[in-house]
């Protein structure tokens, strides 16, 4: 069985940086897909940022997000990353990891991915 767990959250002030880390565990098959995702009160879950994991890799990201955030990962360490700069009160959310053995043609939909974390805290306070 794989199990997702993210780590690396904290509370920060506005302008700094934090790094999100996902470590899978578990053997067995790889994912097509691994994304990140934040969920704030009242607001739905909404995709961050994703990497595409097949012959070539490709990253995705949000709008909200471009030149602000990294994903990348480390197949030696079954991790993928997060790097979060120039953080704004408004990156305020539960972050988690997905993941999805599967083709994704919405990179962005929670729908899309079948596996999750159980979530780490971002606060970023002005």
């Known amino acids: 069985q794989v199990q997702l767990v993210e780590s690396g959250g904290g509370s920060v002030q506005a302008g700094g940086s934090l790094r999100l880390s996902c470590t899978r565990s578990?053997?067995?098959?790889?994912?097509?897909?691994m994304a990140w995702f934040r969920q704030a009160p009242g607001k739905e879950r909404e995709g961050v940022a994703a990497?595409?994991?097949?012959?070539?890799?490709?990253?995705y990201y949000a709008d909200s997000v471009k030149g602000r955030f990294t994903i990348s990962r480390d197949n030696a360490k079954n991790t993928l990353y997060l790097q979060m700069n120039s953080l704004k009160p408004e990156d305020t959310a539960m972050y988690y990891c997905?993941?999805?053995?599967?083709?994704?043609?919405?990179?962005?939909?929670?729908?899309?991915?079948?596996?999750w974390g159980q979530g780490t805290q971002v606060t970023v306070s002005s």
């Open positions: 997905a993941g999805s053995r599967s083709w994704v043609s919405e990179w962005w939909s929670q729908r899309e991915y079948s596996y």
């Open positions: 578990g053997s067995g098959y790889s994912f097509y897909y």
């Open positions: 990497a595409y994991l097949g012959s070539s890799t490709a990253y």
